[in-house]
């Protein structure tokens, strides 16, 4: 794990990278900063090892470079690539497969998703329809997948799929025969979903779904939990300026009661949020990590999507126009909170960890 200092000088970099490179309203895929992302910061190789063309970093840089992204809302395939696709690579222990895509995925030249949930949003290998079939020339899926992050522009797409033995996970390139990837209707423009489509579409088996997606999930928890902590505390920010800034009966609305308690609440969900990230990334690779990586998602999903409410409150009139970006972070916060399942998965799982789910 990278020092204190080491981390500021990460922070710093990352930051004043994406300085004045917020995400517009309608945020598209833009390949030039994807390659100066992975060229001059080289953000996708962060958590990949070494042995295949990574950093060798952990969950811990990793989470310093998501909290960043998440302050301005970050219109790229990082997330999908680095905090989905590649740890799913590395839990699958399949070491041919990690040595052909990894690579690649380091350098940015190839862009990466996994492809879990169907039309019901389950992100559980055991509900998966879509099915695949063997045949001399290797395996075949059929089905659909729907809320891919990233998907209509992912060069590699780590599908779910049902065998006969249970569950697996399978490699899918974009230009494969079969394959057909539509942009869904979002509340967040920011973050594209696509439904994808596939027709006997070829595909090569990395492994078994359950372990490799749950890994794979306990990662993707953290490190969107660290996106939601930043963009909350860019809330807090927005709303502190603000509130010193905006005039009202001669004095700067900071400075009435109803303001102050409403800028205090935010900073004290802030830095809950923040806490509960940085320690689920500390805690990587030990017995405590599921339990930590689950309260993580669940603790920032509340905290963000309380700090852009207020926010938007804070500024008052202004907050509700179209021209002010608060309403860009609420539509984040609510999709951010939703993505893997909502509030009644999470703290399901929550309790399972804890032993007290369902007997």
Known sequence: MSSASELAELRSAVRDFLDGKAAPDAARYDAQLWSRLAGELRLP????????????????????????????LLPSPFFATAALAAPALLASGDREACVRYLPDLAAGRTTATL???ERDGSWAPE??????????????????????????????????????DGPSLFAVDRRAAGLRAEPMPTLDSTRPLAKVVLRSTPAAMIGAAHPIVDAALGVAYVALAAEQAGGARLCLEMSASYARDRYQFGR????????????????????????????????????????????????????????????????????????????RYFRRAKSAQLLFGGPAMYLEKVLDRLGIGEE
């Open 115 to 117: 492809a879990v949930a």
């Open 252 to 327: 700067p609305i900071g400075s009435f009661q109803a303001v102050k308690h409403k800028c205090a609440d935010m900073l004290v969900q802030v830095e809950l949020a923040e806490a509960a990230v940085r320690e689920a990334a500390r805690v990587a690779g030990t017995d405590e990590f599921p339990l930590a990586a689950v309260t993580a998602h669940a603790c920032c999903s509340r905290a963000y999507m309380y700090v852009a409410m207020e926010n938007i409150q804070v500024h008052g009139g202004i907050g509700f126009t179209w021209e002010h970006p608060a309403h």
């Open 127 to 164: 509900r998966v329809v879509t099915h695949a079939v063997r045949d001399a020339d290797g395996w075949a899926l059929t089905g659909e997948k729907h809320f891919v992050v990233d998907g209509t522009t992912a060069d590699l797409l780590l599908v779910a799929a049902r065998t006969d």
């Open 45 to 72: 190789a962060l958590a990949i090892p070494e042995q295949y063309g990574g950093d060798g970093f952990g969950l811990v840089e990793l989470g310093v470079a998501m909290e960043e992204a998440g302050r301005v």
